[in-house]
C-alpha cells in the first residue's frame, strides 16, 4: 500500500504502533512518543488524533504520499496531521497548509511550520482559493478536513485550481455538520455524487472507532 516506507510500525508500550520517520528529530508536535528505531527516531502516529492515521487503520487502500510528494491541505488547524506529513514527503516535499482561524494558526506556526521548512503555512479562507499567493505549481494530493456544510464545494474548487490531473483528493466527510436530520450513509453517497463529474472515487472508509460520524473518500481527479 504504501510506498518508500511511508509510515512504519514500532513496538511501543508493548504493541505495535503507527508511526513516522521524525523530520526533526527531537522534536513533537502534540505530545507522541518518539521512538528510536535501529538509530533512526519516529513519531508515533495517533488514530485517534488523526484521520490519515484512522484511514490506514480502517485498511486504506492507497496510499500516495511520499518521499516529495506535493500536498495541498485544507484545514491545518493545529498541524497534528500536517506534522505527519510532513515526515513523509521530506525535506523535498511541500505540504501547503491552509488554516482560517488565527487562533489555531498561530499554533501552527509557532509549534509545527516554524520547526519545519517544507511547510508553507498559508493563513487564508479555503474558500477563497484564487487568493492563496504562496501556493505554486500543481500538486500531487489535495486532503480536505474542513468541517464546513459545503466541505465538498471547496474541496472540488480547490482541485480544480491546484490538483494535478490523476491527482489523488483525500476528502474528510463529518456527517453531522452537513445535516444533522439525514442519516450519515445518505449524507456521504449525496457528496460522492457531486464528486462523480470529475473524480474517480476510489474507496470510503467509515473512521469509527477513531471518530465518530466521519468518512474519508479517496478519489483521483479526471477534469472531464
Ligand atoms: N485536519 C486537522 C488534523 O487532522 O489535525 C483537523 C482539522 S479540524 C477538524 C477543521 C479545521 O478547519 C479547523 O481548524 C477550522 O478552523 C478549519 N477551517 C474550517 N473552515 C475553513 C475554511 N473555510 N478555510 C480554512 N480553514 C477552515
Known amino acids: 500500500m504504501a510506498e518508500d516506507n511511508a509510515f512504519v510500525w514500532v513496538k511501543?508500550?508493548?504493541?505495535?504502533?503507527?508511526?513516522?520517520?521524525?523530520?526533526?528529530p527531537g522534536n513533537q508536535v502534540y505530545n507522541e512518543k518518539l521512538i528510536l528505531?535501529?538509530?533512526?527516531?519516529?513519531?508515533?502516529?495517533?488514530?485517534?488524533r488523526s484521520k490519515l492515521a484512522a484511514a490506514i487503520m480502517n485498511n486504506l487502500e492507497d496510499f500516495p504520499f511520499k518521499d516529495?510528494?506535493?500536498?495541498?491541505?485544507l484545514g491545518a488547524s493545529t498541524g497534528t496531521t500536517v506534522s505527519h506529513?510532513?515526515?513523509?514527503?521530506?525535506?523535498?516535499?511541500?505540504?501547503?497548509?491552509?488554516?482560517?482561524?488565527?487562533?489555531?494558526?498561530?499554533?501552527?506556526?509557532?509549534?509545527?511550520?516554524?520547526?519545519?521548512?517544507?511547510i508553507t503555512p498559508i493563513i487564508q479562507d479555503a474558500r477563497q482559493p484564487k487568493d492563496y499567493f504562496s501556493?505554486?505549481?500543481k500538486v500531487?494530493?489535495?486532503?480536505?478536513d474542513i468541517a464546513q456544510p459545503d466541505q465538498t464545494d471547496i474541496a472540488i474548487s480547490?482541485?480544480?485550481?491546484y490538483l494535478k490531473e490523476e491527482g489523488y483528493l483525500f476528502l474528510v466527510i463529518k456527517t453531522r455538520s452537513i445535516d444533522v436530520t439525514k442519516s450519515p450513509q445518505r449524507i456521504i453517497e449525496e457528496q460522492i455524487k457531486k464528486l462523480e463529474k470529475n473524480f474517480d472515487i476510489l474507496q470510503t472508509?467509515?473512521?469509527?472507532?477513531?471518530d465518530k460520524d466521519h468518512a474519508m473518500v479517496i478519489a483521483t481527479y479526471s477534469k472531464n
Open 158 to 161: 480547490n482541485c480544480k485550481l
Open 85 to 118: 506529513i510532513s515526515d513523509i514527503v521530506g525535506p523535498q516535499g511541500k505540504v501547503f497548509a491552509v488554516e482560517h482561524a488565527s487562533r489555531v494558526a498561530r499554533d501552527l506556526l509557532d509549534r509545527v511550520a516554524s520547526y519545519r521548512s517544507n
Open 68 to 73: 516529495k510528494s506535493k500536498v495541498l491541505y
Open 140 to 144: 500531487d494530493i489535495v486532503y480536505c
Open 135 to 137: 501556493m505554486y505549481g
Open 205 to 210: 472508509i467509515d473512521l469509527k472507532p477513531y
Open 12 to 24: 511501543s508500550e508493548g504493541r505495535d504502533s503507527l508511526a513516522t520517520e521524525n523530520l526533526v
Open 37 to 48: 528505531k535501529k538509530g533512526v527516531e519516529y513519531r508515533t502516529w495517533d488514530a485517534f
